[in-house]
Structure formats: C-alpha cells, structure tokens
C-alpha cells in the first residue's frame, strides 16, 4: 500500500532509507558557499543595514511569522542578488511530489518560495518563523530539492528563519546527495554579507 506523507512531516532518517539520500561531509563537495564569492559594494552594504536594522526592530516586540520574515528579510535578499530580473523568475507555492525507489511512499508539499531559471529549480527556500530552529526546516527542503526536473545540475537550497540561514547543495547523480553550510547569522555583519555574496554566487553559476 502506498502510504503519502506531507512534505512538512518527513525526516531525515526516512529520506536516507526510502530515497537513498546521503549526507556528504567532506568540505571539497560544497564549496560554493565558501570560494570565489563575489564582493558586495557600498550601496548593497547599506541595504543589508537596513534589512538587518528593520530585523532587529521588529524582534524586539515579537517573533516574527514566517510571512514576516519572508517580506522584511528574504524578499530584500532576493531583489539584491538579482533573482526578479531577466533571466531568473519566482515561482512561489508550487506543489511538488516525490515517489520513493520502492514506490511505496509519496511526498507532498507545497515550495514556500522557488526560483526557477528555464524550469531548472536553482533556489528552493524553507522560511521559518524566528521562533524555529532553521534546521527544522532541512528535510522538507531536501525532499523538494528531490523533485528537481534536471538531475545533472546541483540543486541549491536555503532555509531562513530570519535570524539564520542555512544553504544546502543536492546532486541526484548515481545516488543523491547533500551537504550543508553552518548556520550564518543576521546578527553578524560578515555572516549576513556572506549570505548575499553566496546567493550572487549561486545566480553566477547557473548562467554558466
């Protein structure tokens, strides 16, 4: 019988055996999110400011929502790495399913945001309330990265829950595979600097 699962409620254990995803931990397998990052200039340090002063002005009263933390945090992050210009368009709630080797599980779930280049999924983003760790967010985002239509290509992920952000890399060549970076922090100027200079990076690579 197959049984169906809500995306949001798969575990990483379940992906290893029913899909045969592999976490890799040798660092030589990612490390776009590492080398030849791009430099940010005057005017994207200034708008970090601001997304990162709006950030911390809004904690201060509540956790943000998750569809806060998609408005003040991601959509500024998107709109400065390009990601709303030719060639690059947004997608956002895009179902997707996912059937195991054995046929015997289904996944589905909805993308919150997925960013597309000629149908080739380039970014599949999780966003969390600030109240979450981001790492929940982890296996809903790899069984998404799982229904990717160009098994050649990487795959980049980012979780976000406002205060942290996570990217994740999937290869679907032989048995899938993913690796993660450490969790960068808003609070950090050079870690949320990063986290632009990663997503720049990311656009760059796809257009190759």
Do not use: C, H
């Not at 601001?50 to 201060?60: C, H, I, P």
């Not at 979450?132 to 050649?152: G, R, S, W």
């Not at 290509?153 to 829950?161: D, I, K, R, Y």
């Amino acid at each position: 019988m197959v049984q169906t699962i809500p995306a949001r409620d798969i575990s990483l254990y379940e992906l290893e055996e029913k899909f045969g995803l592999q976490l890799v931990t040798n660092a030589d397998f990612f490390t776009e999110w590492t080398n030849d990052l791009p430099s940010l200039n005057d005017a994207e340090n200034l708008s970090l400011e601001r997304v990162k002063s709006n950030y911390l002005n809004l904690t201060q009263r509540r956790p943000m929502s998750e569809e806060a933390v998609k408005m003040v945090v991601l959509s500024p992050l998107l709109d400065l790495a390009g990601f709303y210009q030719p060639p690059f368009e947004i997608e956002t709630e895009k179902s997707t399913d996912i059937s195991a080797v054995d046929e015997s599980i289904i996944v589905k779930g909805n993308i919150d945001v997925l960013v597309i280049q000629k149908r080739l999924v380039v970014l599949v983003i999780e966003s969390k309330s600030t109240k979450f760790d981001v790492l929940t967010a982890l296996p809903q985002a790899l069984a998404y990265m799982l229904d990717t239509p160009n098994i050649e290509q990487p795959t980049f992920g980012l979780l976000v829950n406002g205060r942290e952000f996570v990217f994740v890399k999937q290869v679907q060549q032989e048995k899938p595979k993913y690796a993660r970076s450490y969790a960068l922090s808003i609070e950090r100027d050079a870690e949320f600097q990063q986290v632009l200079s990663i997503l720049k990076r990311i656009g760059q690579l796809i257009l190759l």
